[in-house]
């Protein structure tokens, strides 16, 4: 079981930026990959970004890409979200996730608490 402990939320107006963390400990080096998603108000949870841990390779939503972008450092067993060009429809509770459920890389067994991101305009 990876623990993940998130960190970086918090208010911006639009057009701003913030850097999310995340930190994973125990059995990170079994975690292929490693992922954000995001839940607003009223909503599902939805995709963000994700992040191979081996090669670093990326895949974000339409929704973020060209504004967001995923980072990992293998050393700290931690992987960020550097998000700019914020916009108010990006206010949304930021969860971290690792150990992907199959290959699809779409569902996976390890969430942090979350991290709270309030856009205003």
């Known amino acids: 079981q990876v623990q993940l402990v998130e960190s970086g939320g918090g208010s911006v107006q639009a057009g701003g930026s913030l850097r999310l963390s995340c930190a994973a400990s125990g059995q990170t080096f079994s975690s292929p990959a490693m992922a954000w998603f995001r839940q607003a108000p009223g909503k599902e949870r939805e995709f963000v970004a994700v992040?191979?841990?081996?090669?670093?390779?990326?895949y974000y939503s339409d929704s973020v890409k060209g504004r967001f972008t995923i980072s990992r450092d293998n050393a700290k067993n931690t992987v960020y979200l550097q998000m700019n060009s914020l916009k108010p429809e990006d206010t949304a509770v930021y969860y971290c996730?690792?150990?992907?459920?199959?290959?699809?890389?779409?569902?996976?067994?390890?969430w942090g608490q979350g991290t709270r991101v309030t856009v205003s305009s």
């Open positions: 992040i191979s841990w081996s090669d670093g390779s990326t």
């Open positions: 996730a690792a150990d992907p459920v199959d290959i699809t890389w779409a569902d996976f067994r390890s």
